[in-house]
């Protein structure tokens, strides 16, 4: 939520386009100065908290008291309180404090450093998947060993209790009986 023709957005959209640049980024455009921001800031807040979005960046570059005023408002305070998605402000610049940057979830000192905050880096995400499918790998590896010694296991109990070897069982002790039968005739 900010100016389409301001220098914020251009930041957030620099950052993200860096560090994770496969980001869905959605505008919900807003006047952020003058006597009708305050009202075109609420709008542009419940347009983007019912958008289905992760995060909310509420920005504005810096600029005087009175430049950022409708950020102080009451209305404005609600409106962002009232966002079931999660709010970063970025609003003016480092030193600036607003009545907005106390009801968000989360305050960033600039536009640029509340693009970090509301993503990741995405060669962090491949060293995560990278660590994560090395973790599944050895956990299937694993769970395939130990499947194959009990298989092992099982063939070598089958093989003992096989009706074959019971055969061969019977048949010895039927020779051993031929041959004390066979002795004892003599």
């Not at 869905?24 to 347009?47: K, N, Y």
């Amino acid at each position: 939520v900010t100016s389409l023709t301001g220098a914020a957005l251009q930041d957030i959209l620099n950052v993200l386009s860096r560090r994770y640049p496969i980001c869905e980024v959605i505008i919900s455009p807003a006047q952020v100065q003058g006597e009708t921001a305050a009202d075109s800031i609420c709008s542009a807040l419940r347009l983007a908290d019912n958008c289905g979005a992760d995060t909310i960046i509420l920005a504005r570059g810096g600029g005087s008291l009175e430049d950022l005023m409708p950020f102080n408002t009451e209305k404005v305070a609600v409106a962002v309180s009232a966002c079931k998605t999660p709010v970063i402000t970025a609003v003016g610049h480092e030193t600036d404090t607003s009545v907005v940057d106390y009801v968000a979830d989360l305050r960033a000192p600039t536009p640029s450093a509340a693009a970090e905050l509301a993503s990741p880096q995405m060669s962090e995400l491949f060293s995560t998947v990278d660590y994560m499918t090395g973790k599944m790998k050895a956990a299937f590896e694993n769970g395939l060993v130990k499947k194959e010694d009990k298989l092992k296991d099982t063939l070598s109990r089958l093989k003992l209790l096989s009706p074959e070897k019971k055969l061969e069982s019977n048949f010895r002790d039927l020779n051993r009986l031929r041959e004390k039968l066979d002795v004892l005739a003599d």
